[in-house]
T-cell receptor
Framework: GENVEQHPSTLSVQEGDSAVIKCTYS??????FPWYKQELGKGPQLIID?????GEKKDQRIAVTLNKTAKHFSLHITETQPEDSAVYFC????????FGTGTSLTVIP | DGGITQSPKYLFRKEGQNVTLSCEQN?????MYWYRQDPGQGLRLIYY???????QKGDIAEGYSVSREKKESFPLTVTSAQKNPTAFYLC????????????FGPGTRLTVL
């Protein structure tokens, strides 16, 4: 089956700086790559997603890039704010969703 | 409001007891999923259902059972055969299949006493 690796596991940035989280996947059949934000004690919320026919997608301060050849995709958050602090999960989906192990992001005011 | 609801938010169980976690959605989604989340790990799929009266095992189905008698409901039973049931359980739904966006409920935290 699919194997999704996510790095780093923890990330601390100063408010206003950028944050980048990277994921790699193994199954070339995967064609859908969502990113979720999970706040403490809550369910994950979809923040952005990308499909394999697109290389980059932006939504205000967040963006996702996909390199199908290298089988990796990344989440970019610019101008970080304290409310961005949460755990972020990537996922890769072909026949089934496979999630990364999560990145705990802390934005320091 | 449309969404996914899970109840209860917190659940305590004695060893040897079966417990059932509720998941309801009013999004008119065909597919529903149950995941288990442990600290420091990603979400692991327990069971999923793409249509009423049909469901498939995920990666960690042992010790769990489900039913899908109605489109809106997908309850999960944690049986006494599950050796380490303490975890955060998440229900999700999607419009159709596994490549469609999944939307999650708020979760149920199960603790075995």
């Amino acid at each position: 089956g699919e194997n999704v690796e996510q790095h780093p596991s923890t990330l601390s940035v100063q408010e206003g700086d950028s944050a980048v989280i990277k994921c790699t996947y193994s199954d070339s059949a995967s064609n859908y790559f969502p990113w979720y934000k999970q706040e403490l004690g809550k369910g994950p919320q979809l923040i952005i997603d990308i499909r394999s026919n697109v290389g980059e997608k932006k939504d205000q301060r967040i963006a996702v890039t996909l390199n199908k050849t290298a089988k990796h995709f990344s989440l970019h958050i610019t101008e970080t704010q304290p409310e961005d602090s949460a755990v972020y999960f990537c996922a890769a989906s072909g026949y089934q969703f496979y999630f990364g192990t999560g990145t705990s992001l802390t934005v320091i005011p | 409001d449309g969404g996914i609801t899970q109840s209860p938010k917190y659940l305590f169980r004695k060893e040897g007891q079966n417990v059932t976690l509720s998941c309801e959605q009013n999004l008119n989604h065909d597919a529903m999923y149950w995941y288990r989340q442990d600290p420091g790990q990603g979400l692991r799929l327990i069971y999923y259902s793409q249509i009423v009266n049909d469901f498939q095992k995920g990666d960690i189905a042992e010790g769990y059972s489900v039913s899908r008698e109605k489109k809106e409901s997908f309850p999960l039973t944690v049986t006494s055969a599950q050796k380490n049931p303490t975890a955060f359980y998440l229900c999700a739904s999607s419009m159709w299949g596994s490549t469609d966006t999944q939307y999650f409920g708020p979760g149920t935290r199960l603790t075995v006493l």
